[in-house]
């Protein structure tokens, strides 16, 4: 069995999820772009955005904020046909999370 490797605990913080939220439309308009998604994987991983986020080969630390400039609320609120998708710039979000740890989380 292989499990996943999450990555940095940091990306799941609610303060820095919060934070990311407030880049929201920035991340839309200047820092994503948009993925077409296929209408079997969209039966598929019907009720299961992050899994088809896993089948993308998405890294885990950028499923929520996906999840979220998707306009989606839970993965399993993936229920609807949705042909393209929103895919953030994993530089740009780790730009944000490096922003967020040397503000809010003193080492």
Do not use: C
């Amino acid at each position: 069995m292989k499990f996943l490797n999450l990555g940095d605990p940091n990306y799941y913080l609610p303060g820095f999820q919060r934070y990311l939220m407030d880049y929201k439309d920035i991340i839309i308009q200047n820092h994503s772009f948009i993925d077409t998604v296929d209408s079997l994987d969209q039966l598929q991983y019907f009720g299961d955005f992050y899994g088809l986020l896993n089948a993308m080969n998405l890294s885990p630390t950028l499923w929520w904020i996906t999840l979220k400039i998707n306009g989606l609320e839970a993965s399993h609120s993936f229920n609807e046909y949705l042909p393209n998708i929103f895919i953030p710039s994993e530089t740009y979000v780790k730009k944000r999370l490096d922003t967020y740890t040397r503000i809010f989380i003193k080492k």
